[in-house]
């Protein structure tokens, strides 16, 4: 059975930490991201890691705030999140996918595997 169990996440004040993290199961993605999405807007790509060339890749706006982590051992990723500021409030949702490892606009259709999703505050 395939699944992904994020844990984490809560309310913070801007300028806080929070951490991030994601279980897989049932399978073994080659890359592990995490998308954001506020209700009413499009689903962001945040961070993604592969696997054995360990590539990561980020979204601009979390760039020096934010680190992806992904123990390939475990089968886990995890997002800190540094310095968190308003904007970066939304539903955090661990992805996986076998092929695809990005975060570009609209990389959100290539990803097959979502978890449930935790939500991030940011007062």
């Known amino acids: 059975h395939v699944q992904l169990v994020e844990s984490g996440g809560g309310s913070v004040q801007a300028g806080g930490s929070l951490s991030l993290s994601c279980t897989a199961s049932?399978?073994?993605?080659?890359?592990m991201a995490w998308f954001r999405q506020v209700s009413g807007k499009e689903r962001e790509g945040v961070a993604a890691?592969?696997?054995?060339?360990?590539?990561?890749k980020y979204a601009e706006s979390v760039k020096g705030r934010f680190t992806i982590s992904r123990d390939n051992a475990q089968n886990t990723v995890s997002l800190v999140m540094n310095s968190l500021k308003p904007e970066d409030t939304a539903l955090y949702y661990c992805?996986?996918?076998?092929?695809?490892?990005?975060?570009?606009?609209?990389?959100?259709?290539?990803?097959?595997?979502w978890g449930q999703g935790t939500q991030v505050t940011v007062s």
């Open positions: 992805v996986a996918d076998l092929v695809w490892c990005t975060v570009v606009p609209g990389a959100d259709q290539k990803f097959d595997y």
């Open positions: 049932g399978f073994t993605p080659y890359c």
């Open positions: 890691v592969c696997t054995g060339s360990d590539r990561i």
